[in-house]
Structure formats: structure tokens, C-alpha cells
């Protein structure tokens, strides 16, 4: 969506409290999107998946945490000298504009990634899962608020690490909804019985008929489903 679609989208659907901004949106409408949609009460999760050196980390993290956003996303292959150096950075920028900071996700392994594909072209000496558990201990060591996963490896993150470590999963695809480019997929249901914090319905929702409806539908989906 462009900016203004964005922006009319959300009138349109009433029921919604949090909103994530991606690369495409920022990219195409940059910092005052992310300030115009929480002026309409919206908590925004900046999904930049940021990933560099040290200290552009910490200053892309400073920035953004001055907007108000309440999510924002790294990748925690980064490595722990940016993570830390990100987190002290986003508590400096948001205390300086006057919000609470937000809480940092470190990102895993993207959820269009399956496992065969992954160890044939990663080349890693471990495989997928294991892979994501490295990083997701590498994102709480560091000092992050939590770490991004695929529905699939909620339970066994959950399991290492408890709440209040935040366990946010895309790749969720209610019942009847394509895979589109996503490999490891779960129902809404399913992710959060498996210890999800918060999930990332994107398609299932904004390209639906009806948004309001699919999101009530995501909301009352069973564990089963």
C-alpha cells in the first residue's frame, strides 16, 4: 500500500490496535506515516530488520526509537556488540523524545525459508532449527525484549525462554489462507497455544474482501484450527 491506502485502510478497520510498517511503506513514505498512524491511537511495529555495524546500528535504533514506534526489528545475526549497542541507543532516543522505548526483536531465520533450502544455501554447520535457537539465545543474552520465529518454533523457544521474552511469529495463515511465499506456517490458534507473544497476519487480512471480518476470524480461530 501507498501511504494514503495505508492510511484509509486502517479507518476502515475499527477493531485493529497495532499496525506493523514495513520496508515497503517506510521506504515510500518514511517517519511521518509511522507518526500519522499513531496520532490515530495505533501502537507501530517498525519491521525495518536492521543490520549492520555497531554503531549504525545504534544510530538507525536512536532514530527510530524517537518516532513512538512500540516494536522495531534487527537481526540479531548482527552479532551481540550491535544488539547491545542497539538497545542502549533506542532508550537514549526514546527517553529524548519523550516515549518508551520499545521493545527490540531480534530477528531469526525469515519465515520463507525452508529447512532443506536453508542448509543447502546458508552452507551452515547446523541445521535450521538449531540455527534459530542460537540466535534467539544471542537476542536475549544481549538484552533485546525478544526475538522474531517462525510459528513452528514458538514451543521450543518458550520453553527456553519464558516470559516476559517476547516471541513474535509471522507466517500465520488461518485456515483456508494460501502459504503465498512462506514456508513455515501455523494457524493463529495453533501460534499462540505454542507460547506466541504477539503474531504478524499480513495477506490474510489486508487482501481480504472484508479486513474488519478476517481479523475477527484470526482472533476466534481455535488452537486446533
Known amino acids: 500500500m501507498s501511504a494514503p491506502e495505508a492510511l484509509a485502510w486502517v479507518e476502515g478497520v475499527p477493531d485493529l490496535r497495532n499496525v506493523k510498517v514495513g520496508l515497503e511503506l517506510f521506504i515510500e513514505a518514511g517517519p511521518p506515516v509511522v507518526t500519522r498512524l499513531r496520532e490515530r491511537g495505533l501502537r507501530v511495529f517498525l ?7 555497531p554503531a549504525t546500528m545504534a ?9 513512538g514506534v512500540s516494536w522495531l ?8 556488540a550491535a544488539l547491545a549497542a542497539a538497545g542502549a541507543a533506542a532508550e537514549e532516543g ?7 522505548p520499545p521493545a527490540l526483536l531480534g530477528v531469526t531465520v525469515l519465515t520463507s525459508w525452508a ?12 541445521p535450521l532449527d538449531a540455527h534459530v535457537d542460537q540466535l534467539a539465545d544471542l537476542s536475549r543474552s544481549a538484552g533485546l525484549q525478544g526475538c522474531v520465529c517462525s510459528p513452528l518454533e514458538a514451543a521450543r523457544l ?7 521474552f517476547q516471541l513474535i511469529t509471522p507466517g ?3 485456515a483456508g489462507s494460501g502459504a503465498d511465499d512462506q514456508a513455515r506456517v501455523m494457524g493463529p490458534g495453533q501460534a499462540i497455544a505454542a507460547g506466541a507473544s504477539l503474531l504478524v497476519i499480513g495477506r490474510p487480512i489486508t487482501r481480504a474482501a472484508d479486513p474488519t471480518a478476517a481479523l475477527a476470524r484470526c482472533a476466534q480461530e481455535p488452537a486446533g484450527g
Open 47 to 53: 519491521d525495518l530488520k536492521l543490520h549492520d555495524i
Open 59 to 67: 544510530g538507525s535504533c536512536r532514530r527510530a526509537a524517537a518516532l
Open 158 to 164: 518458550r520453553t527456553r525462554h519464558p516470559e516476559p
Open 94 to 100: 526514546a527517553a529524548a523524545a519523550g516515549f518508551d
Open 73 to 80: 526489528t534487527l537481526h540479531a545475526s548482527a552479532g551481540s
Open 115 to 126: 529447512p532443506q533450502v536453508f542448509l543447502r544455501e546458508r552452507q551452515l554447520a547446523v
Open 172 to 174: 500465520i495463515r488461518p
